[in-house]
């Protein structure tokens, strides 16, 4: 790599939204001809530090340098006009105008005060036909074409305005194995004539294919910039992650669990072969039985959380199938997974999980009120003696039935969202990050919770971002990574190490 | 029953299949229904009533409607940014009023006509700065830009003021003749030149594509740099300009101000708007379709004076449902191309 001036200098970059500082002095090179990888784990500050770049946020404080000028960037045309451009996931054009305008939008070439409606279609034919796209007629509407000749029309965009910096967010996700090719090929293309590219995927294996240099960012802060050839997986992975492997390795399973208790059902609850939508997760293949805990592990991003809302129906599953006690069911809403003895806890419980304003005694009738539908009141009587029960049997604080849930703390919070769930006794619960956030004694206090609701037979799976916690709760361990489930583990003997083989890549 | 529910069933079918013929001009379609409902409408109408069939009766929708046809290409830009403007029936109204004092105080026609267009482009400006800078609904700032500007008519007067300033008379009484038996009104050409203006202005300059791109997504907008905010603040200035040069139009047509004119006239702009093809979710329509979206509620209520034995209230009745069908076919359009 030439090691000249960097394209773009960014130096101890901080941006802080209310209560979160979303980054804390951090800083990037960007080299002209590379491509460089941005990683990191959701929440880590990737997109910060992309809007930072574009001017969609301004920094608190920190310098930004493009070709040696200090900039400071208060607006996406300011980014643009110094030769940023940006493909965002959700391709970002507008797609009731035609191809030739979404390229030119905003540059149209005019004479004599009016746009030049011909120059325009013969620059957009030059543009499209060096990203090899000479089949896409200029005058088409930009809804007529898939996302994926959409996302390259938004690269033509960039390539329109001979952009030195190109950023391209997440730009596979929504794109089949031919398309990511096609749109490969144009990347080194352009960093071949010397465009500095920042590539930001949660698919390891299109990072280690595509990228030249990566930086590694954790929680907002800076973990270190690598050769993408010096860095193996797993020591990205741990990097991403914050956790040394020989830490990791020490931390091993400490699981007691019982499989005894799971030899004597032979069906399982739910049972799901080639389950997937498109641009979502494919291929979960899982069998939760009665009384067991299964883990869902993988990266943040990787399709965890997808996977758990296909399972429940808040997604629409477009392949494979789904069995629950081996009658084959179509999930078609929450509402159906509920009939079938399903309870979800989302991930984000202020906003999905709970009624905020109303009080702890509310949100649980709320629930069990659902199951008994609005017909048949549940008497004041029962409603207390099942609060109070509640409140002791997982320890509440405070103990008060007429709390506000938003006035609790967030490990109470959860308790609450727990037990609205348990109120309706599913025979499947689907605990999505049910321990972050929350402090450590809560959430051994949920970790025991998960682990007595299973030895009563309720069927659990569990969705969490600390490796640790699944390999010590569940009995098995499905993989998913890079949105695909690619590993179902017996977690007999399993280290946390296995497994951060299987999300790495390497063996199995 | 009146002959226009003979007229409305065969428009829909015919409709869907000018739709479909004209493949990847979808975007066309409703417009293009409303230009077939229009020349259906005529045709019928002539096969009705035969002194229907003349040249005068197609000209005499644009010298009635002129005020609503400037009005809709105002309000077509909002719309297209994904906007409502409901202050232009109010600003209308305020525009007579300002034009009727002014002259009866012997201010010279061409400083009132001035004043005017200030006073409707200032407060479309106003409006539209409100929006952006305070990030509120259109619909409720432009109620209040409503409430505003006929409160102050109030203000000026109760009563009707004349216009008897001889420009104003002239611009009213004049006829330019077309042929022996065809003429049209000054207030015409006025119309039909901001038209003119209206489609030069979103179809060539940058200012117009940006408007079409806010509809269509104005995050998308915003992130390929473009200037959305000024974009979206001179939307409503320039309906503002609109609802002004509307007012002088009605001063000519009327050669009156009155605090109660132009009542839930923005109604009938948005209506107009919508009949021709305009989708009120912004990024797709033509002002032509406006222009035709008017000429078809004109044509509505010639229908009705032609039968004579309707009440004039057929006329919001058939819009009415017009509206409804309209409505109806853009959401079935939308779902087709989404």
Sequence with gaps: MNELVPVVEMTDIAIGFPGVKALDDVSFRLFQG?????????????????????????????????????????????????????????????????????????????????????????????????????????????????????????????????????????????????????????????????????????????????????????????????????????????????KDLEVLEELDQASTRSQARLAATAQPFMETTGLGRKGSVSNVNLSIYPGEVVGLAGLLGAGRTETARLLFGADKADEGSLKIKGQPLKMRSPRTAIDHGIGFCSEDRKEEGLIGDLTVRDNLVLAMQATKGWARRIPRRVQDELVAEFIQALDIRPANPEALIRNLSG???????????????????????????????????????????????????????????????SDRIAIIKDRAMVADISNDDVSVEDVLTVIAGGAQ | ??????????????????????????????????????????????????????????????????????????????????????????????????????????????????????????????????????????????????????????????????????????????????????????????????????????????????????????????LMGLAVKSTKILVYCVSGLCSAVAGILFSFYSLSGYSLAAQGMELDAIAAVVIGGTLLTGGVGYVLGSVVGVLVLGIVQTFIAYDGTLSSWWTKIVIGGLLLVFILLQRLFTRRTA
């Design chain 1, 411 to 473: 490990g109470n919070q959860q308790k609450v969202l727990l037990a609205r769930w348990m109120v309706t006794s599913p025979d499947l619960l689907i605990l999505d990050e049910p321990t972050r956030g929350i402090d450590i004694g809560a959430k051994t206090q949920i970790q025991k919770l998960v682990n007595r609701l299973a030895s009563e037979g309720m069927s659990i799976l569990f969705i969490s971002s600390e490796l640790e916690e699944v390999l010590r709760l």
């Design chain 1, 34 to 242: 590379e491509v460089h990888a941005l990683m990191g784990e959701n929440g880590a500050g990737k997109s910060t530090l992309i809007k930072a770049l574009t001017g969609v946020y301004t920094i608190d404080s920190g310098r930004i340098t493009v070709l040696g000028q200090q900039k400071h960037f208060s607006t996406p045309a300011e980014s643009q006009a110094a030769g940023i451009s940006t493909v965002y996931q959700e391709v970002n054009l507008c797609t009731n105008l035609t191809v030739e305008e979404n390229v030119m939008l905003g540059r149209e070439p005019r004479r004599r005060g009016s746009i030049d409606w011909r120059a325009v279609r013969a620059r957009t034919r030059e543009v499209l036909a060096q990203l090899h796209l000479e089949h896409v007629e200029p005058g088409s509407l930009l809804s007529e074409h898939s996302i994926a000749v959409q996302q390259l029309i938004a690269i033509a965009r960039s390539v329109e305005v001979n952009a030195k910096v190109l950023i391209l967010d997440e730009p596979t996700s929504s794109l089949d194995a031919d398309e990511v090719n096609q749109l490969f090929r144009v990347i080194r293309d352009l960093r071949d004539r010397g465009v500095a590219i920042l590539f930001v995927s949660h698919f390891l294996e299109q990072v280690y294919e595509l990228s030249d240099r990566m930086t590694v960012l954790r929680n907002g802060k800076l973990v270190g910039e690598y050769m993408t050839r010096d860095l193996s997986r797993m020591n990205l992975i741990s990097k991403m992650i914050g």
């Design chain 2, 1 to 222: 029953m009146s002959p226009l529910s003979t007229v409305a069933p065969p428009t829909v079918k015919k409709t869907s299949s000018v739709g479909s013929r004209i493949r990847g001009g979808a975007r066309y379609a409703p417009t293009l229904a409303t230009l077939v409902l229009f020349i259906l409408m005529f045709v019928v109408g002539a096969g009705m009533y035969p002194s229907f069939l003349s040249g005068q009766v197609l000209l005499n929708l644009f010298i009635d409607n002129t005020f609503l046809i400037v009005l809709a290409v105002g309000m077509t830009f909002v719309i297209l940014t994904g906007g409502i403007d409901l202050s232009v029936g109010a600003v209308v109204a305020l525009s007579m009023m300002v034009t009727a004092t002014m002259l009866q105080n012997g201010w010279n026609p061409a400083i009132v006509i001035l004043a005017v267009l200030v006073i409707g482009g200032g407060l479309g400006l106003l409006m539209g700065m409100v929006i952006q800078y305070f990030d509120i609904q259109p619909f409720i700032v432009t109620l209040a830009g409503m409430f505003l500007a006929r409160g102050l008519c109030y203000v000026i007067s109760l009563e009707s003021i004349p216009v008897t300033d001889p420009f104003f008379t002239e611009m009213a009484q004049a006829r330019i003749p077309l042929s022996e038996e065809l003429f049209i009104s000054p207030g015409v050409l006025i119309a039909l030149v901001v038209v003119g203006l209206a489609f030069f202005i979103l179809h060539h300059t940058r200012f117009g594509r940006t408007v079409y791109a806010i509809g269509g997504n104005e995050n998308s907008a915003m």
